[in-house]
C-alpha cells in the first residue's frame, strides 16, 4: 500500500482547502483510512477516519463540524475538506491505513497546511 497526500498550501484564515490522498497497491476500498497532523513542536493528533465497507465516520472533537472526511473508491483517494480553518489549524497532514487491530500501518508523506491570520 503506498499513500500519497497532496493540497497542502498557503490559506487565509476562514477559508477552506481541500485534502486529497492517493491510494495505490492493496485495493483501497479494502481498508479503512484516517487523517492526522501534527502541527509546529506538538504531538501527531487524531482528525477523521473512514471505515471500509459501512463508510462510518469518525471525527475528533476538534475538527467535527468544520473538517469533512469523504472517500471515493473508484478514483483510489482519500479526502478531508476543511473549512472555517483557523491559524491553530496550521501543521503538515497525513493520511493512513487502518490496519488490523486498529494498527496505523501504512502513511503517506504529509501535505503542509499553513493558515495566515
Known amino acids: 500500500v503506498q499513500l500519497q497526500a497532496s493540497g497542502g498550501g498557503l490559506v487565509q484564515a476562514g477559508a477552506s482547502r481541500r485534502l486529497s490522498c492517493l491510494a495505490s497497491?492493496?485495493?483501497?476500498?479494502?481498508?479503512?483510512v484516517a487523517w492526522f497532523r501534527q502541527g509546529p513542536e506538538k504531538e501527531r493528533e487524531f482528525l477523521a477516519a473512514?471505515?471500509?465497507?459501512?463508510?462510518?465516520?469518525y471525527y475528533s472533537d476538534s475538527v467535527k463540524g468544520r473538517f469533512t472526511i469523504s472517500r471515493d473508491n473508484a478514483k483510489n483517494t482519500l479526502y478531508l475538506q476543511m473549512n472555517s480553518l483557523k491559524s491553530e489549524d496550521t501543521a503538515v497532514y497525513y493520511c493512513?491505513?487502518?490496519?488490523?487491530?486498529?494498527?496505523?500501518?501504512?502513511w503517506g508523506k504529509g501535505t503542509l497546511v499553513t493558515v495566515s491570520s
Open positions: 473512514v471505515r471500509y465497507g459501512t463508510s462510518r465516520l
Open positions: 493512513a491505513r487502518v490496519g488490523s487491530y486498529g494498527i496505523l500501518d501504512y
Open positions: 497497491g492493496r485495493a483501497f476500498n479494502s481498508y479503512s
